[in-house]
C-alpha cells in the first residue's frame, strides 16, 4: 500500500475554503485516491474517490495532478460542522481493506 | 436504508471477562468489515466478510478475537480474556461490493471498549 504523509492539523475560519494536501510518493499505476470524514464519535464518511486530473462531488473537490504523486482535497466555505478528521487514502480500486493513517484534524472557527 | 448499526454503543468490563459486539450492515450489502481505532489514529482493518465467509484476517486480530458473519447478515466479533490493550473503539462498515461502489464502505457508529 502507498504510504501517504498529511498534515496533522488546520485551522480555518466560516466560509473560507479548505485545501488538504496529501502526498503519495510512491503510488502505484492501480491506485485510486479516497477521502474520508470523520467527527468525533462517529465511523468515518466516504467523501470523494478519483484516480486522475479533477472530481467534484456535491461535497468537496478532489485534484490530482499528472504525476499523481499527490492529491489535495478542496472544501468550500466550510462551516463550523466541518470540523473534523479528514483522511487520505491510496490503494487499489478493488481491494477491501482500507488503510488509515491518522488523517488531518480540520477546525473551523467561528 | 436504515445504515449500519452496532450494539452496544459502549462497553466496560474487566479486564479477563469476555465480551461480544454485533454489527447490522446496510441489508442490501453483501461485504462487511471490522475495523478497530485507538485515540488519535486512524481505523486499522481486522477482518473482512463476503457474505458468510471471512476472507481475510488481520494479524492484529489475535486469537483471542473471532468474528462470525452466520447466515451473510450480522455480524459478531468476540473478544476472549479482555485485556487493558483491548480498549479501543471498534468499527464495522459494509459495502455493496458493486463495480464503482467497492472503496465506499458505510461505517456504523461503532462500540467503545473500555477494559479496567
Known amino acids: 500500500l502507498a504510504k501517504t504523509t498529511q498534515p496533522i492539523s488546520m485551522d480555518s475560519y466560516e466560509g473560507q475554503e479548505v485545501n488538504i494536501t496529501c502526498s503519495h510518493n510512491n503510488i502505484a499505476t492501480n491506485d485510486y485516491i479516497t477521502w474520508y470524514q470523520q467527527f468525533p464519535s462517529q465511523g468515518p464518511r466516504f467523501i470523494i474517490q478519483?484516480?486522475?486530473t479533477k472530481v467534484t462531488n456535491e461535497v468537496a473537490s478532489l485534484f490530482i495532478p499528472a504525476d499523481r504523486k499527490s492529491s489535495t482535497l478542496s472544501l468550500p466555505r466550510v462551516s463550523l460542522s466541518d470540523t473534523a478528521v479528514y483522511y487520505c487514502l491510496v490503494g487499489v480500486f478493488w481491494d477491501y481493506k482500507l488503510s488509515f493513517g491518522a488523517g488531518t484534524t480540520v477546525t473551523v472557527r467561528a | 436504508d436504515t445504515g449500519v448499526s452496532q450494539d452496544p454503543r459502549h462497553k466496560i468490563t474487566k479486564r479477563g471477562q469476555n465480551v461480544t459486539f454485533r454489527c447490522d450492515p446496510i441489508s442490501e450489502h453483501n461485504r462487511l468489515y471490522w475495523y478497530r481505532q485507538t485515540l488519535g489514529q486512524g481505523p486499522e482493518f481486522l477482518t473482512y466478510?463476503?457474505?458468510?465467509?471471512?476472507?481475510?484476517k488481520s494479524r492484529l486480530l489475535s486469537d483471542r478475537f473471532s468474528a462470525e458473519r452466520p447466515k451473510g447478515s450480522f455480524s459478531t466479533l468476540e473478544i476472549q480474556r479482555t485485556e487493558q490493550g483491548d480498549s479501543a473503539m471498534y468499527l464495522c462498515?459494509?459495502?455493496?461490493?458493486?463495480?464503482?461502489?467497492?472503496?465506499?464502505?458505510?461505517f456504523g457508529p461503532g462500540t467503545r471498549l473500555t477494559v479496567t
Open positions: 462498515a459494509s459495502s455493496s461490493g458493486t463495480s464503482g461502489k467497492r472503496y465506499e464502505q458505510y
Open positions: 466478510f463476503q457474505n458468510e465467509a471471512q476472507l481475510e
Open positions: 478519483g484516480y486522475k
